[in-house]
Nanobody, 126 residues
């Protein structure tokens, strides 16, 4: 059974930093598979934040460029999101997602994300 489990969320003041982790079990996402972080607030659409796409390059939402960095440790089967200079508008539930051949899902950055974690809450106070 594929599981993506996020951790590292919490409450922080504006200007602070957090590092989110997404531990994967039950499946191996090769480097040619897309993996990403999304976020969603109640009543709003889920938005892509940062992603590794098929050629291994990265994509970022304009709102987080220069502040957030996506990385991964393939040996640990873990995806990370380093978030610096956090702003109140970064407050959201953050989700880890990945593509899997033969499965469809939400589209962003040229990928279809089929597998999702349950999310970790990030709250940034001013």
């Amino acid at each position: 059974q594929v599981q993506l489990v996020e951790s590292g969320g919490g409450s922080v003041q504006a200007g602070g930093s957090l590092r989110l982790s997404c531990a994967v079990s039950g499946y191996t996402y090769y480097s040619t598979y897309c993996m990403a972080w999304f976020r969603q607030n109640p009543g709003k659409e889920r938005e892509g934040v940062a992603a590794f796409v098929q050629d291994g390059s990265t994509r970022y939402a304009d709102s987080v460029k220069g502040r957030f960095t996506i990385s991964r440790d393939t040996a640990k089967n873990t995806l990370y999101l380093q978030m610096n200079s956090l702003k109140p508008q970064d407050t959201s539930m953050y989700y880890c997602a990945a593509t899997r051949p033969g499965y469809g899902g939400n589209r962003w950055a040229g990928c279809e994300f089929a597998d999702w974690g349950h999310g970790t809450q990030v709250t940034v106070s001013s």
